[in-house]
């Protein structure tokens, strides 16, 4: 009978750790996540192009830049590339359970896609879930190109969406530019009025935000997100964060060039907040656009390089169950400021700058953090991943964590 070394590293338990830095690295971005989701239920002037009234102070006008400059635009695709990653995993879990892996992912993105509805008609009208349904289901069609064409499509699909933005940015004047801002006073007014009335003008005003928004999803968030969700999956083929020890060197580079290359495009982006000027919001965008996967990148390689010392395991350790309970968490996050900001309890929605927006934000994740580290020691699933598991395999899966689970 052979004779285990002690001092050797348990296999299981080194899988078990590899995957907490991943659940950790998703925690870690529905924390920025919520700090640019809640700016949508503080503020009806949010994203706007106007100035709101309860922003104009100096650390408020400091916040909003922090906010822009490191938070837009550059979480959501981090939690895009960790989706395209998970794409993988899911693919080898149907694999191991012998069942056919295309019912099972449609079933998944239908799933999603109707919690992104409802999420969107009741909570919050910025919802990604329902274009994550959309977009899953073109890397589903597209999971058996290569990595060059997956890679190549990423890029293109970046370019494109900077230089559609930079030709709107030429194309509009700043006169078109203060008549639409002008225009933006009125949709703000009103929709402060109905978030604050009743929960039905809530849900009303919810549908009217997602009639006119969809557009910028569509030619925003998607296409990034989908270009991220390629490089994910490319990841994932390759297995790169199951073995983030052995690829330190692909780390630091990632890092420094994604620092090099990112921070020059969120300044570009966050600096036109200072002044309000509609033209060169624009234009930032179109730069952001073409940078922002490179901080996401940098975010994303700079998260698992802490995670390997000392204190970074520990982080790791508390960041980790909110990541395995992402979905509960994210559409858990928007019930809490649905309470608070909307007509559904508090009706906090214009009555605090970005700054205490900011504090807002940080206690919210923090209570995810504690409720999360208690949920994930009972159960095997938080309670939308449970409900949306069993969508997917059409079976119960078992809610309470095995007593001899490690």
Request: aromatic letters at 12%.
């Amino acid at each position: 009978m052979a004779h285990q070394n002690p001092s050797a590293p348990d296999p299981a338990s080194a899988s078990n750790e590899r995957q907490q830095m991943v659940d950790a690295l998703r925690g870690f971005a529905l924390m920025g996540i919520l700090v640019v989701n809640i700016a949508s239920f503080a503020s009806t002037y949010y994203a706007l192009g106007i100035p709101d009234p309860l922003g104009m102070s100096l650390p408020d006008q400091i916040a909003s830049f922090v906010r822009a400059f490191a938070f837009e635009t550059k979480f959501y695709l981090l939690f895009s590339f960790l989706f395209g990653y998970s794409f993988t995993l899911q693919m080898r879990a149907a694999e191991r359970d012998g069942k056919p892996f295309v019912p099972r992912m449609v079933r998944r993105h239908l799933g999603l896609w109707i919690i992104g509805v409802a999420h969107a008609v009741l909570l919050y009208y910025g919802d990604i879930l329902m274009a994550y349904a959309v977009l899953g289901a073109v890397l589903l069609m597209l999971r058996r190109r290569g990595d060059v064409f997956l890679a190549c499509a990423a890029i293109g699909l970046v370019l494109l969406t900077s230089l559609l933005w930079a030709g709107v940015g030429r194309m509009y004047s700043q006169m078109d530019m203060q008549m639409a801002v002008q225009a933006a006073y009125g949709d703000a007014a009103a929709a402060l009025a109905a978030y604050r009335a009743t929960p039905a003008l809530v849900v009303a005003q919810h549908v009217r935000d997602l009639s006119l928004t969809w557009w910028m999803t569509a030619l925003v968030q998607a296409p990034e997100a989908l270009a991220m969700f390629f490089l994910g999956f490319i990841a994932g083929r390759r297995g790169l964060l199951a073995h983030v020890e052995a690829h330190r060197a692909l780390l630091w580079r990632v890092l420094w060039w994604g620092l090099a290359i990112g921070l020059p495009g969120a300044l570009a982006y966050a600096l036109p907040t200072l002044r309000l000027n509609a033209v060169r919001e624009v234009q930032g965008l179109a730069v952001t656009l073409l940078t922002a996967p490179f901080l996401a990148g940098a975010y994303a390689a700079g998260m698992l390089l802490v995670f390997q010392s000392g204190r970074g395991r520990v982080l790791a350790r508390m960041l980790a169950p909110a990541g395995r309970m992402a979905l509960s968490n994210y559409l858990l996050q928007s019930l809490v400021c649905a309470w608070l900001f909307l007509a559904y309890g508090l009706r906090w929605i214009g009555t605090m700058g970005p700054l205490a927006t900011f504090g807002v934000a940080l206690a919210i994740f923090a209570g995810n953090l504690l409720l999360s580290g208690w949920w994930m020691r009972r159960f095997a699933y938080g309670p939308a991943e449970w409900l949306l598991r069993a969508f997917t395999n059409l079976r119960l899966p078992a809610m309470r964590r095995s007593l001899h689970a490690g």
